[in-house]
């Protein structure tokens, strides 16, 4: 797999995630801070990037640089998952 292709489908899963917080952010405005309200939380953000070195780790040697793009793309999405975690009762 070249790393063009590699890294196709997550610039097509990050810009569905942005569409979907703009399309949302107009239909209610303050929505978009909510969302990523992940970015400011510690905990959320060491987990993800735990899980974006593990990413890269495991995935350098099979997709070289498009390990990157998938490592950023999971990292963000652990760490809103443990934000969301963290935030229910």
């Not at 097509?12 to 970015?39: D, M």
């Not at 995935?59 to 934000?83: C, D, E, Q, S, Y």
């Amino acid at each position: 797999m070249s790393s063009a292709t590699g890294v196709l489908p997550v610039a097509v899963v990050i810009a569905a995630l942005v569409i979907k917080t703009a399309i949302g952010e107009l239909r209610r405005p303050g929505s978009a801070r909510r969302q990523w309200q992940f970015a400011s939380d510690r905990r959320a953000l060491a987990a993800g990037t735990a899980a974006a070195v593990a990413t890269v780790l495991l995935g350098w040697p099979h997709a070289k640089g498009a390990a990157n793009a998938w490592a950023f793309l999971i990292g963000a999405l652990t760490a809103h998952l443990v934000h969301q975690a963290a935030r229910r009762p």
